[in-house]
T-cell receptor, first 117, second 110 residues
Framework: GAVVSQHPSWVICKSGTSVKIECRSL??????MFWYRQFPKQSLMLMATSNEGSKATYEQGVEKDKFLINHASLTLSTLTVTSAHPEDSSFYIC?????????????FGEGSWLTVV | SQQGEEDPQALSIQEGENATMNCSYKTSINNLQWYRQNSGRGLVHLILIRSNEREKHSGRLRVTLDTSKKSSSLLITASRAADTASYFC??????????FGQGTRLTINP
């Protein structure tokens, strides 16, 4: 079964509203989680690194005030798309690695489809 | 660009044939990973190959890595219709932050 859960899987929101996507590690604690965005028929692009208890680190070109990331606990990171517009419609997917684990296993969530109308 | 470059972008073969996808990159890596993504779904981890490894196998999958050429290949043998998906290489440059290639859309025709 999934070890990283995302919710919601699908969301439709009106332009100008905000929408929150959750990324939850089910069986482990994750100090760091990552958020990716994927437009149709394109690759995944890293948006930001979510750090538990501190500010997220955003990749170049990603607006931190538009994509708010909160990593308040060791098992939950949230991505809030603020004042969403149709161009924000995309597939958002998170990943997490168990804290303290020396291996390279990265677990991905199932992703969240956002459609802004 | 630090992104991996994959070729071909699309590949269509008959069931039972082998499929080979290639990934080239420009930076140094800790490891390189291959993922599968069915349309509109999440990622499925296939294989991780470390920078000091040259080849790994997993079932019908074979991955090679040539760090001198900064390239990797994914071979799927005896393809099946269920193998139809997009395949991505991902570069781990450290700290589990992945840089993905553009992907190869594989279609297996019955």
């Amino acid at each position: 079964g999934a070890v990283v859960s995302q919710h919601p899987s699908w969301v439709i929101c009106k332009s100008g509203t905000s929408v929150k996507i959750e990324c939850r590690s089910l069986d482990f604690q994750a100090t760091t989680m990552f958020w990716y965005r994927q437009f149709p028929k394109q690759s995944l692009m890293l948006m930001a690194t979510s750090n538990e208890g501190s500010k997220a680190t955003y990749e170049q070109g990603v607006e931190k005030d538009k994509f708010l990331i909160n990593h308040a606990s060791l098992t939950l990171s949230t991505l809030t798309v603020t004042s969403a517009h149709p161009e924000d419609s995309s597939f958002y997917i998170c990943s997490a690695t168990p804290t303290g684990f020396s291996g390279n296993t990265i677990y991905f969530g199932e992703g969240s489809w956002l459609t802004v109308v | 660009s630090q992104q991996g470059e994959e070729d071909p972008q699309a590949l269509s073969i008959q069931e039972g044939e082998n499929a080979t996808m290639n990934c080239s990159y420009k930076t140094s890596i800790n490891n390189l990973q291959w993922y599968r993504q069915n349309s509109g779904r999440g990622l499925v981890h296939l294989i991780l190959i470390r920078s000091n490894e040259r080849e790994k196998h997993s079932g019908r999958l074979r991955v090679t890595l040539d760090t001198s050429k900064k390239s990797s290949s994914l071979l799927i043998t005896a393809s099946r219709a269920a193998d139809t998906a997009s395949y991505f290489c991902a570069l781990d440059q450290g700290a589990q932050k992945l840089v993905f290639g553009q992907g190869t859309r594989l279609t297996i025709n019955p």
